[in-house]
């Protein structure tokens, strides 16, 4: 408490020529695999969707192609939107994003019947009580066995630029229901990295677009890192594995947030559509690199859960509001100003809800006041 420790590193025994050491024992190298194989990845996803019922079409690659984009890896993602969304993807004709949700029922029919690991992540503007999400980022991973949530065999965990991932615009009812069966299946286990402003959003966003989703099988893979953010995770990762990333810091959020204003206007950019699903790639590097502390991602599951919980049974986000309050006094700037923001979007939100603290919950009620 009194004192700081610096210079101070850990070894766990990380042996091989390969170690990189840090607070994480590194895994054992699997062999390197090709950034991206789009042909790979189409056969897989067409498969997996036939396999969960959905009827084979002859053009059913050439569409997937028409709305699809590549990661800074080359990974192809398919854009799903019912308007142009990304910069350069054309919109779908209202047939044709009938065929992708019909194509999308089998496969995720598939990954529920195989019990796969997906990895989630969200994007859109000041993210929780108040905010609003415009995309999910979504892909299959390979790196964590979703029945023990040990980190997978060496061998049987290819990257995942070996699977067509999702950038799904959130927006619209197919698009919605999409996230909606993915986040609540208990089959399908979600992978994500730091997850209580994403799923606030997902269960409490009222405007512009309601969503009411409330996920279940979820771990926060950042709980069984000592609750590291990504960044300095990522310091902890060999370079050669993060190789042709961009630096995280691409968009300039605060600006735009401190006077209320979007960061990621639409249709999105192509670099603002690579910067949401890159955090996929980076995700999936820590876990297929790392091993949690624990040796597997067991407790951050059941800390996760507890996490779940706590979110759904505090609906006005009072846990979420004191400690904003707490973080507003220790900035300072442009910084200080959007946590103002972040604060009076989350108090607006409850009038708009019409929630409130319980009756006789004093403690709430001050709480809203000194936010006011």
């Not at 609750?227 to 968009?251: C, N, S, T, W, Y």
């Not at 706590?310 to 442009?334: A, I, M």
Request: charged share 25%.
């Amino acid at each position: 408490g009194r004192f700081k420790a610096i210079n101070v590193s850990e070894n766990l025994g990380c042996p091989g020529p390969d170690c990189f050491g840090g607070l994480f024992e590194d895994l054992p190298a699997d062999t390197p695999a090709p950034r991206a194989d789009i042909g790979a990845a189409l056969t897989t996803f067409l498969e997996t969707a036939v396999g969960g019922g959905s009827l084979a079409s002859e053009g059913d690659r050439e569409l997937l192609e028409r709305f699809m984009f590549k990661s800074s890896l080359g990974c192809p993602f398919l854009v799903l939107s019912g308007r142009e969304f990304v910069e350069g993807v054309p919109a779908a004709a209202k047939g044709d994003l009938a065929r992708l949700l019909a194509i999308l029922a089998g496969f995720l029919a598939g990954c529920e019947s195989r019990g796969s690991a997906v990895l989630a992540d969200f994007e859109g503007e000041m993210g929780g009580h108040g905010g609003v999400l415009t995309t999910a980022q979504l892909q299959v991973t390979h790196a964590v066995d979703s029945g023990s949530l040990a980190p997978a065999a060496a061998a049987g965990r290819p990257s995942a630029c070996h699977e067509l991932g999702l950038l799904v615009h959130l927006e619209g009812d197919g698009c919605i229901g999409v996230v909606r069966r993915i986040m609540e299946s208990p089959q399908i286990m979600k992978l994500m990295w730091g997850v209580t402003r994403d799923c606030e959003s997902l269960m409490y966003q009222h405007r512009p677009v309601q969503l009411g989703v409330m996920p279940r099988a979820i771990v926060d893979a950042k709980l069984a890192f000592l609750d590291l953010g990504m960044a300095r995770m990522l310091e902890h990762v060999p370079p050669k594995h993060l190789e042709g990333l961009p630096q995280k810091e691409q968009i300039d959020f605060d600006s735009a947030h401190a006077v209320n204003r979007e960061a990621l206007p639409l249709p999105l950019s192509l670099v603002a559509a690579r910067y949401a699903v890159d955090d996929l790639h980076r995700i999936d590097a820590i876990l297929h690199r790392k091993l949690p502390r624990s040796g597997s991602y067991a407790e951050a599951r059941a800390a996760s859960d507890v996490l779940l919980t706590r979110l759904r049974s505090d609906p006005c986000g009072l846990g979420s509001l004191r400690q904003e309050l707490h973080w507003l006094e220790r900035r300072e700037g442009v910084k200080r100003t959007v946590k103002a923001v972040e604060i009076m979007r989350h108090v607006l939100s409850l009038g708009l809800r019409q929630v409130a603290p319980c009756e006789g919950d004093s403690d709430g009620q001050a709480l809203l006041e000194q936010a006011e």
